[in-house]
């Protein structure tokens, strides 16, 4: 899963604090003690992973964000001692677009925090992810989190919301990139399960038509003269060609 929160907070209130996510989160001035004291609350049954390669990715991905500068600031084990797939709730700052746990999906309790200089370099910074499924847009400005909605290249984007998209019945779902191809939900949903059929029925029976055979040197030329007149750069280039064009279509096909 490849979910990125992108908080402005250059206009949203002091008290603001960013909430958990799984991927990547550009911030500026992230509330680190926040997100830490909400993740030492969870508790197994709850947003521990017990998926299959979680614990063995969780220490991968891990130890190669903290090889190339990151910090894991809570968590960052695998607990075997509650099964062999159990990993920590984990926070890591310090992310960047080099490191697996950006670039990768992680499907676990990892939450990865990026700090940047402004909105435009969060955007650009989200953006740099080969996966899009979802993201979130955090602003009291509902004018620039429809701005940074647009921009971000994503299959969902909430704006002061997080998951919903998934829950709408109306909301096409599904990702960018890497992300997957397609849609489920929606019309659009509705029309991933339906083979689309063109149906052409003559409305002139009784003529032969341009495209049929006999062809030959007569129909090239014809047909050239054709697309001159129908691309013709002006009246008398138009008018030059609109009677040899013409054979197109009155032409005797030998039939």
Known sequence: MNITELFDLDAAPTTASPTASFGAAPLQNPDIAGVTADSRLVRPGFLFAALKGVATDGRRFAADAVAKGAKVVWGGRARPDLGA????PTVITGVNASMKLFQDETFGPIMTIQVVKDAE???AKANE??????????????????EFAGRLKAGTVMVNDVMSGFAI???????SGLSGWGRTHGRAGLLEMVNVKYVDVDRMPGMEKPWWYRYGAEVEKAADAFLQFEFAGGVMSWWRHARKALGTIFRDHGL
């Not at 797939?85 to 920590?88: S, T, V």
């Open 169 to 175: 019945a109306e909301a096409p779902h599904g990702g």
């Open 121 to 123: 370099d969060a955007v």
């Open 85 to 88: 797939g159990f990993f920590e």
């Open 129 to 146: 992810t080969q996966f899009g499924l979802a993201a979130s847009v955090w602003t009291v400005d509902e004018g620039r989190g429809r």
